[in-house]
C-alpha cells in the first residue's frame, strides 16, 4: 500500500498554483477533486482509481484522476513534482530572515466575508506553513459588496473559531479579528463591546479613496487614536496592476481588477500618530498592491512605526503571499524586532489588547 496521501497531493498541488498566481480554474480544479474524494468512503478512492471509474465523479477530470493514481501508486504526481521543481526563490538573505523570524500572519480572510475558503483550510495551510498562529479578519458590515460580518454574524463566528481552535494541532490557534472600515468620520465599522473582545483590530480604508488631504489625514488621525485599532492596513489603498492571474473568482469577491494610484494624505502626520499611539503599519504582501509603497515604508521606519507584514490571503495559497512583503520590508531596512508577527501569539495579543 502506497504511504502517499492522493488527497493531500491535489490540495498541495491547488496551493502551489494559488502561490504562484495561476488561472483560478486551475486551483479549483485540483481543489474541487480532493473535496470530492475526500467526502467518499475509505477505500473508495483506490477502488475507483483501479477501475478507471475516478472520472465519473463530479469534479474529478482526466488531470486530477491521473495525479490520484499516480499518488496512490506511491509516486509523486507529476504534476506536483514540476511544480515544485520550478517553484524556485528569489528571496534575498535578509528577506529570508525576516520570513523566517514571522511567526503568523494578521491579516486573513474567509468565506465568511469575501474569502474563498473555509476558516479549517486557511488555518491548516498556515500550520503547514509553520505559522504559530492565524489572524481572522474578515471585512465589517459597511463592505457588502464583501459580505462584511454583522454584529449578530461576528459573534456567531467567535464561536465558532473557539470551537475550531479546540480541534487544531496543538502549538497552533486560530486568533479572532477583523479588517474593520475606517469610516469617513474616522470612526470604525463595528460595536466597541465586540472590537475589545478581538485578538487584533486591522483598520482599512475602502470607501472615498479620492478624498481630499486634508479629509483623508484627519480620517486617518483619527482611527488611529482609537483604542481600538492595531494595524493601519494597506494605507494608500492603491493598486499597482490589473488583478494577477489567480487572483480572480471567489477568493476575493470584495476586490475588483484595475490599477488605483494612491490616495492623498500627510504620511509623515500618520506615521508620527502611529508610533505616538503604538500603532503598528501594514507591509500588505499582496501582488497587486505592494502597499505602502518602499518610499512610505522607509518613512514609517524613520517615523518609528512598527510594522505588520501581512498576506491579505483570501485563499489557502496565498498565505505563502508573506515572502512577498518580507522581500520589500527587507529592502527598506525593516528589522524583525520591529514586526508585531514576530512575536510569540501571547505578546501579540498583549500589545494589541494593552490599548
Known amino acids: 500500500m502506497s504511504d502517499r496521501d492522493p488527497i493531500a497531493d491535489l490540495r498541495r498541488i491547488a496551493f502551489l498554483l494559488e502561490r504562484a498566481n495561476e488561472a483560478t480554474y486551475r486551483v479549483r480544479a485540483f481543489r474541487s477533486a480532493a473535496a470530492t474524494l475526500s467526502a467518499l468512503p475509505a477505500g473508495e478512492v483506490a477502488e475507483r482509481a483501479r477501475d478507471g471509474r475516478l472520472t465519473e465523479l463530479s469534479g474529478v477530470g482526466d488531470v486530477t484522476a491521473r495525479c490520484v493514481a499516480e499518488s496512490l501508486a506511491g509516486e509523486e504526481p507529476v504534476y506536483l513534482r514540476r511544480l515544485v521543481a520550478t517553484e524556485g526563490s528569489d528571496l534575498d538573505a535578509e528577506a529570508t ?22 476558516i479549517e483550510e486557511m488555518a491548516l495551510a498556515a500550520v503547514e506553513l509553520g505559522h504559530e498562529y492565524l489572524v481572522l479578519t474578515d471585512h465589517s458590515p459597511r463592505l457588502k459588496v464583501a459580505r462584511g460580518l454583522t454584529a449578530a454574524r461576528l459573534r456567531r463566528q467567535l464561536d465558532h473559531v473557539a470551537q475550531l481552535n479546540a480541534a487544531l494541532p496543538e502549538g497552533f490557534r486560530v486568533l479572532t479579528g477583523i479588517e474593520v472600515d475606517i469610516l469617513p468620520d474616522g470612526s470604525l465599522d463595528q460595536d466597541e463591546e465586540l472590537l475589545a473582545r478581538l485578538d487584533v483590530v486591522v483598520g482599512s480604508v475602502h470607501s472615498g479613496l479620492n478624498d481630499d488631504r486634508s479629509k483623508m489625514t484627519r480620517r486617518m488621525l483619527t482611527a488611529v487614536a482609537n483604542p481600538h485599532l492595531d494595524i493601519l492596513g494597506h494605507c494608500t489603498g492603491r493598486m499597482v496592476s490589473s488583478r494577477p492571474a489567480g487572483v480572480t473568482g471567489p477568493g476575493d469577491r470584495g476586490h475588483r481588477a484595475r490599477t488605483r494610484p494612491e490616495s492623498d494624505f500627510d504620511a509623515d502626520a500618520v506615521f508620527a500618530a502611529c508610533a505616538e499611539h503604538d500603532k503598528a503599519v ?11 509603497p518602499k518610499r512610505l515604508i522607509r518613512r514609517a521606519l524613520e517615523a518609528g512605526c512598527r510594522f505588520a507584514i501581512n498576506t491579505d ?27 508585531v508577527n514576530s512575536w510569540p501569539a501571547e505578546l501579540l495579543v498583549q500589545w494589541a489588547r494593552g490599548r
Open 97 to 118: 530572515a525576516l520570513r523566517t523570524a514571522l511567526r503568523g500572519d494578521c491579516h486573513t480572510h474567509s468565506d465568511w466575508s469575501d474569502g474563498g475558503s473555509p
Open 282 to 292: 501594514e507591509i500588505n504582501s499582496r501582488p497587486e498592491r505592494q502597499d505602502p
Open 313 to 339: 490571503a483570501h485563499a489557502p495559497g496565498q498565505l505563502d503571499w508573506q515572502r512577498f512583503g518580507c522581500e520589500r520590508a527587507a529592502r527598506c531596512g525593516v528589522p524583525a524586532d520591529r514586526v
